[in-house]
């Protein structure tokens, strides 16, 4: 079992950066393939970004590609989510994931384990 604690939320303007945090219990954090899933409002959760547990390949939704950048630090057990750029459009939870399986395993959204979620609102 892993546990998913996001944070870096909060409300922001337009055209902002915002970094996310997501720190995971455990020991076998490097494991685990890393990912961000977002819940805009009245809309299902999507897919947003995902990181490998070994060599660090990224793979990200075509909606978010040149200004969403996913990171890791398997020593402080945490992955990141820079955004910049933000735009209202933006506006939703954000969640955490971790999977055993593949980047592409992930992005499908079965089997992984989730945060909480952190709010992020972007004003125009």
């Known amino acids: 079992q892993v546990q998913l604690v996001e944070s870096g939320g909060g409300l922001v303007q337009a055209g902002d950066s915002l970094r996310l945090s997501c720190a995971v219990s455990?020991?076998?954090?490097?494991?685990?393939?890393m990912g961000w899933f977002r819940r805009a409002p009245g809309k299902e959760r999507e897919f947003v970004a995902a990181?490998?547990?070994?060599?660090?390949?990224?793979y990200y939704a075509d909606s978010v590609k040149g200004r969403f950048t996913i990171s890791r630090d398997n020593a402080k057990n945490t992955v990141y989510l820079q955004i910049d750029s933000l735009q209202p459009e933006d506006t939703g939870v954000y969640y955490c994931?971790?999977?055993?399986?593949?980047?592409?395993?992930?992005?499908?959204?079965?089997?992984?384990?989730w945060g909480q979620g952190t709010q992020v609102t972007v004003s125009s």
């Open positions: 994931a971790a999977s055993r399986g593949t980047t592409q395993v992930m992005a499908r959204g079965a089997d992984n384990y």
């Open positions: 990181i490998s547990r070994n060599l660090g390949f990224t």
């Open positions: 455990g020991r076998t954090f490097s494991t685990y393939t």
